[in-house]
C-alpha cells in the first residue's frame, strides 16, 4: 500500500532522474564518434600527445606478441636472445610516426635474427605491420613501394632459409604485407581529400568575407557620394540664395523688395525640404531593419528640369537640351548626379550669373553628356574637394568615362559617355 500510494511528485523526481542519463547516453556517443573520425583525419605527424599514444601501443603490442609468444605454436618458443629480440623490436615504435624508415630499419635488424634461431614466427608480426602501415599512411607512394619491395625481399630470404617448403606461408605473409601498405595508402590519400575539401570551405569562407567587405566598401562609398552631391549642391543653392535675401536686405532699406526677398526665402524653405527627403531616403540604407538595396527610387533624367530650375534660382543662366528620354536606372542615376556636380560647380566658381549648357543626347548605345560654362572654373590653389572624384567614380560605375578641364570656347566643361547597353 504504501509503494502504490506513493505521492506523485515522488514519481514525476524519479522520472526526471532518469531523463538526464538518457540524454547523457545519447550525446556521448556522437561525441565518440566524432573523436574517432577526428583521429582518422588528422596527420599522425601533426596529432597532439602522439608520443606517449606510441608508446602506450608500443607497451599494449609488446604485450600481445608476449601472448603470441605463449600461446601460438608457430617455431620454438623464443629463449632469453629471442625475448630480448622480440621485446627490442617494439621499442623503436615510440618513434614511429617522425622516423618511421628508421624505426623500420631498426625492427627489422631485431627480427630477422628473431627469425633466423626460428623463434615464434607470429608474435613479431603486429608490430611489423605497424611499422609498414605507418610508413605507407605518411609518406609518398615511390616510397611505400620501396619500402615494400625491401621488406617482402627481406621476407623471401627469411623464408628460404628457415622454410624451403612453406610456399603457402610466403604467399601469405606476402598478402599482409600488401595489404597493409594499400591501407596506409588508401588512409593517406582520405587524409588528403578531407584536408583539400578544409581547404576549400576555408578558402570559401574567406571569399565570402572578403565580398561581403567589398560590398559593404562599395556601399559606404556610394552613400559618401550621395551624401556630398546632395549637401554640395543643396548648401551651394542656399548660399546663393541667402546672399540674394541679404543684398535685398541692404539694397535700399527704405524701398524694400518685399516680393523678391519672398521669392528668396522660399526658395530656401523648398531646398532644404527637397534636400531633407533626398537626405532621409540616403539614410535610410544606414537602418538595420531595412535592406540594403531598399534604397527608394533612384534619381534620373527625369529629375534634370529641376536641378536646371534650382540652378536658374541661383542666378545662372541654363539651357538645356536632352534629346534621350529613357535609359536604365544606373545610368540615369549617373547622369543625374554628374549633372547636379557639374551645376554646382558653375554656381560656385564660375563667377556671378554664368552662362552654362546642358547637352544630353544618344549616340553609339551610349548617353553622350556635356555641362558647359562661360566662367573661370575653380580658382587655382583651392584646396581639392571630392566633386570630380565623385563625379569619374559615378562614370566608372556603369561602364563609363568622364573628362573635366577647360572648355574649347573658355570656361569650364564637363563631358562624359554612359554605355546603355552593359548598364545594370
Known amino acids: 500500500m504504501t509503494r502504490t500510494g506513493a505521492p506523485p511528485s515522488r514519481r514525476g523526481a524519479l522520472r526526471t532522474e532518469d531523463d538526464p542519463v538518457q540524454t547523457s547516453t545519447t550525446t556521448a556517443s556522437p561525441r565518440l564518434g566524432e573523436r574517432v573520425m577526428a583521429a582518422i583525419n588528422r596527420d599522425p605527424r601533426t596529432a597532439p600527445h602522439g608520443m606517449r ?14 601472448a603470441l609468444a605463449l600461446l601460438v605454436n608457430d617455431g620454438l618458443r623464443p629463449d632469453a636472445i629471442g625475448w630480448s629480440l622480440l621485446l627490442a623490436a617494439h621499442v623503436p615504435l615510440v618513434w614511429r610516426r617522425r622516423h618511421p624508415v628508421p624505426v623500420l630499419l631498426v625492427v627489422l635488424a631485431c627480427v630477422a635474427p628473431y627469425h633466423a634461431l626460428d623463434n615464434n614466427h607470429t608474435a613479431p608480426i603486429p608490430a611489423t605491420m605497424v611499422v609498414l602501415y605507418t610508413i605507407a599512411a605518411t609518406g609518398t607512394v615511390r616510397r611505400t613501394l620501396l619500402t615494400g619491395t625491401t621488406v617482402l625481399g627481406v621476407t623471401l630470404i627469411m623464408n628460404a632459409l628457415t622454410n624451403p617448403d612453406g610456399a603457402v606461408e610466403l604467399l601469405r605473409i606476402s598478402g599482409w604485407v600488401v ?11 582520405y587524409r588528403q581529400y578531407v584536408a583539400a575539401i578544409v581547404e576549400r570551405a576555408v578558402r570559401a569562407e574567406r571569399t565570402r568575407e572578403e565580398e561581403a567587405r567589398r560590398r559593404v566598401a562599395e556601399e559606404r562609398l556610394r552613400i559618401a557620394r550621395d551624401l556630398h552631391d546632395l549637401l554640395a549642391h543643396s548648401i551651394t543653392l542656399i548660399g546663393v540664395q541667402t546672399s540674394v535675401a541679404a543684398h535685398v536686405l541692404a539694397a535700399d532699406p527704405e524701398r524694400l523688395d518685399r516680393q523678391t526677398l519672398a521669392k528668396a526665402l522660399d526658395d530656401i524653405a523648398g531646398t532644404c525640404r527637397s534636400a531633407r527627403g533626398e537626405l532621409r531616403t540616403t539614410l535610410e540604407v544606414l537602418r ?16 534634370l528640369p529641376d536641378l536646371v530650375e ?12 536632352v534629346a534621350i528620354r529613357q535609359a536604365p536606372p544606373a545610368v540615369g542615376a549617373a547622369a543625374y548626379r554628374i549633372v547636379q556636380e557639374a551645376l554646382t560647380n558653375a554656381v560656385r566658381h564660375a563667377g556671378p550669373e554664368p552662362s552654362v549648357a546642358v547637352d544630353l543626347y544618344e549616340k553609339g548605345g551610349a548617353l553622350h553628356l556635356a555641362v558647359t560654362d562661360d566662367g573661370t572654373g575653380p580658382t587655382p590653389g583651392k584646396a581639392p574637394g571630392f566633386g ?35 548598364a545594370t
Open 288 to 303: 538595420e531593419h531595412g535592406s540594403v538595396d531598399a534604397r527608394g527610387p533612384l534619381p534620373g533624367l527625369d529629375g
Open 388 to 422: 570630380l572624384v565623385g563625379m569619374r567614380e559615378r562614370a566608372r560605375s556603369v561602364g563609363g568615362t568622364l573628362d573635366a578641364g577647360p572648355g574649347e570656347r573658355g570656361g569650364f566643361q564637363v563631358t562624359a559617355v554612359l554605355p546603355l547597353g552593359g
Open 53 to 66: 599514444n606510441d608508446a602506450l601501443l608500443a607497451g599494449a603490442l609488446a604485450v600481445v606478441a608476449t
Open 310 to 321: 534650382a540652378a536658374r534660382l541661383a542666378g545662372a543662366k541654363v539651357q538645356q537640351t
Open 179 to 189: 595489404a597493409v601498405l594499400f591501407l596506409g595508402i588508401d588512409v593517406r590519400y
